[in-house]
């Protein structure tokens, strides 16, 4: 049995000696932050004001050291970027918030899809909000990353070394058209039953793997088996294809794009960083460049 005078349990008075004995310590870090053990295995440099150290703080933290070092001034000049990768970027992440917490109040099933949205509506605090946030967010998402294209294309950004990060920007494009198609069948009203109708009979005529498409029925391909089938589950737009929306949207299309976009960013690093515009001549150097012509 353990008396209660045992010498190695703690009175209350060690405990008050041990508080006051550490007190001095804590008020220091309380004052100052920055010299506690906890602050300095986060934040393992100084960010003094000189070109070394800033390197050093960027390189040794795991969210800062997404962004380069060092970059080319000209190169993130939004005139030459028009911000659109980033801004794409940035609408993902808002998409992907607002989808995760429109999912607490949707189920994917005939009986309630409509039904949810309704109450998303009307009933959910701020839910109008929150679905709009994700609806017009989804629209300029479309925008940015068909201007963000185009800006790489008028740019001349996808020539060598590029071209494969041009490749991945295709896969992106394709994801981002799909996250559309997929999320606009959720509401399971009008607008995208027609929608999901008119886009799935298009797949009929696919190549090989449509029924309608050239050589489909050559290589086997029915309605009852063909790439419309696999998108809808079953031969019509019912209760299996909005099932299948719903897992493509929130889960398998967000994964692939997710992946894609940190290989997307983890390339443009080591493609030298963003392209950027082509270097100024000064005067003196077009005269030169004209002679040699
Ligand atoms: C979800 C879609 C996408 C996201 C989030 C995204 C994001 C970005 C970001 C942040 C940049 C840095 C420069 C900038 O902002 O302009 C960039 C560069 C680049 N992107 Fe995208 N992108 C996407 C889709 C695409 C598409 C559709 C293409 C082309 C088919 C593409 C091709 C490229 C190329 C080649 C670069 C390097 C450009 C340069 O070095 O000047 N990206 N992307």
């Known amino acids: ?40 295995s986060i934040f393992r440099h100084k960010v003094d004001d000189t070109p070394r150290n800033r390197s050093l703080a960027v390189l040794s933290n795991v969210f800062l050291h997404l962004h380069p070092a ?100 295709v896969i992106l494009l394709l994801v981002t058209m799909l996250l559309s198609f997929t999320g606009y069948l959720l509401p399971d009203d009008q607008l995208g039953f027609w929608a999901v109708t008119v886009g799935t009979n298009m797949a009929r005529a696919t ?31 019912d209760a299996n294809a909005l099932l299948r929306a719903y897992i493509w949207h929130c889960v398998g299309l967000p994964l692939v794009g997710g992946t894609f976009m940190i290989v997307h960013f983890w390339r443009i690093r080591k493609d030298g960083s963003i392209s950027g515009p082509a270097p100024v001549m000064l005067a003196s150097e077009v005269k030169t460049a004209k002679g040699r012509r």
């Open 70 to 169: 060092k970059i080319n001034r000209d190169s993130v000049r939004y005139t030459f970027t028009w911000g659109m990768g980033g801004i794409t970027f940035y609408l993902f992440l808002i998409l992907t918030l607002s989808g995760v917490l429109l999912m607490f109040y949707y189920h994917p099933d005939k009986a309630n899809a409509f039904r949810d949205i309704l109450t998303i509506k009307n009933d959910v605090p701020f839910g109008n909000f929150l679905r709009n946030l994700h609806r017009w967010a989804a629209h300029a998402m479309i925008i940015t990353v068909w201007m963000h294209q185009l800006r790489v294309f008028m740019t001349g950004s996808y020539k060598p070394p590029r071209e494969f990060n041009w490749n991945v920007g």
């Open 1 to 40: 049995m353990v008396s209660r005078n045992e010498p190695d349990t703690p009175g209350l008075g060690d405990v008050v000696d041990k508080v006051k004995e550490a007190a001095p310590l804590h008020l220091k870090w309380l004052k100052n932050p920055f010299e506690t053990q906890l602050w300095r």
């Open 207 to 237: 190549p090989l793997i449509g029924h309608e498409g050239p050589l489909g029925p050559e290589f086997g391909a029915t309605a009852f088996n063909d790439i419309r089938f696999a998108m809808l589950g079953g031969s019509i737009v």
